[in-house]
């Protein structure tokens, strides 16, 4: 039986996500293993198969916003929207997630755990920063609190579908070899707890321009301290607290702040869900 756009609707979200996964892969796949065999420049053929990537992935997403979902609002669907309030929103997430992570790593400071220290490339990371974090905020908010989130909300419960999606964002940055896993799996958490605030923060909003600034705020203040080496760490504690591998995702301070991030996110959706129904 073919399967046509019409009757993919009528199937199951495994299904659905399979099919969506694979129609991305099949025809990419060749196109990144031709560049890596003909480009001897690692990061070079990182960036150009990744952006080739992304590209895919929004025409692939508008095509299935048309034919299988049957929707004309294109992208505006998953909450992409170019209007003046997602662009404030944008700008509350950027600064909050900034901030977050600015004070997670003041404190640290503060209590002795890290020392700061000059770096002579600082201002090259801060806008190479600003460009990853935005590129990889982007299309992660576009891929997991978007489409990835639709389709779990058109088969399950909102409960169901937050926690899977959460899961799942946090499974697939996980994948590493076994002993990998088992060292940095506090990471896993933190993960965890990072898809639940970014998607409370588009329930919030309805939209995507809160999670996304939220999520570029943290990758861009992370690129910049991590890759100019502006903090140099302790040892005073373990690297269970301060994060295992220098990842303040794996240590306990950072699940923490995570996790006062998440209590805000939601009660911010359940205030703004209730103004709604008062309305």
Same mark, same amino acid.
């Given at each position: 039986?073919?399967?046509?756009p019409?009757?993919?609707?009528?199937r199951?979200?495994?299904?659905?996500?399979?099919?969506?996964?694979?129609?991305?892969?099949?025809?990419?796949?060749?196109?990144?293993t031709?560049?890596?065999?003909?480009?001897? =420049?690692?990061? +070079?053929? &990182?960036?150009?198969?990744?952006?080739? %990537?992304? *590209?895919m992935? /929004?025409? #692939? $997403?508008?095509?299935?916003?048309?034919r299988?979902?049957?929707d004309?609002?294109?992208l505006?669907r998953?909450?992409?929207?170019?209007?003046?309030?997602?662009?404030?929103?944008?700008?509350?997430?950027?600064g909050l997630g900034?901030?977050?992570?600015?004070?997670?790593?003041?404190?640290?400071?503060v209590?002795?755990?890290?020392?700061?220290?000059?770096?002579?490339y600082?201002?090259?990371?801060?806008?190479?920063?600003?460009?990853?974090?935005?590129?990889?905020?982007?299309?992660?908010?576009?891929?997991?609190r978007?489409?990835?989130?639709?389709?779990?909300?058109?088969?399950y419960?909102?409960v169901?579908?937050?926690?899977?999606?959460?899961?799942?964002?946090?499974?697939?940055?996980f994948?590493?070899?076994? =002993?990998e896993? +088992?060292? &940095?799996?506090?990471?896993?958490?933190? %993960?965890? *707890?990072?898809? /639940?605030? #970014? $998607?409370?923060?588009?329930?919030?909003t309805?939209r995507?321009?809160?999670?996304?600034?939220?999520h570029m705020?943290?990758?861009?203040?992370?690129y910049?301290?991590?890759?100019?080496?502006?903090?140099?760490?302790?040892d005073?504690?373990?690297?269970?607290?301060?994060?295992?591998?220098?990842?303040p995702?794996?240590?306990?301070l950072?699940?923490?702040?995570l996790?006062?991030?998440?209590?805000?996110?939601?009660?911010r959706?359940?205030?703004?869900s209730?103004?709604?129904?008062?309305?």
């Amino acid at each position: 039986m073919k399967l046509t756009p019409t009757r993919l609707t009528q199937r199951a979200f495994p299904v659905r996500v399979t099919i969506f996964v694979l129609m991305l892969a099949v025809p990419w796949l060749p196109v990144a293993t031709l560049l890596a065999w003909l480009i001897p =420049d690692a990061n +070079l053929v &990182t960036i150009l198969t990744m952006g080739l %990537l992304f *590209l895919m992935f /929004l025409g #692939l $997403l508008r095509w299935w916003v048309q034919r299988v979902r049957r929707d004309e609002q294109g992208l505006k669907r998953y909450g992409l929207v170019w209007t003046r309030r997602n662009g404030h929103e944008f700008l509350l997430g950027l600064g909050l997630g900034l901030t977050l992570l600015s004070a997670l790593f003041l404190l640290q400071g503060v209590l002795g755990w890290l020392t700061w220290q000059s770096s002579p490339y600082w201002f090259r990371f801060l806008l190479e920063g600003s460009l990853v974090g935005l590129g990889t905020a982007f299309a992660e908010e576009l891929m997991f609190r978007g489409w990835l989130q639709d389709e779990l909300e058109e088969d399950y419960s909102p409960v169901v579908a937050l926690w899977s999606g959460a899961i799942a964002y946090a499974l697939l940055h996980f994948i590493k070899p076994l =002993d990998e896993v +088992l060292h &940095t799996l506090p990471q896993f958490f933190g %993960l965890m *707890l990072l898809g /639940l605030a #970014l $998607l409370w923060a588009k329930r919030s909003t309805g939209r995507l321009g809160l999670p996304i600034g939220l999520h570029m705020g943290l990758v861009w203040g992370y690129y910049l301290i991590d890759l100019s080496k502006l903090v140099v760490y302790t040892d005073r504690v373990p690297a269970w607290v301060t994060g295992i591998n220098r990842n303040p995702l794996a240590g306990l301070l950072g699940i923490g702040v995570l996790l006062m991030l998440v209590l805000a996110m939601r009660a911010r959706a359940r205030r703004a869900s209730q103004s709604a129904r008062q309305m």
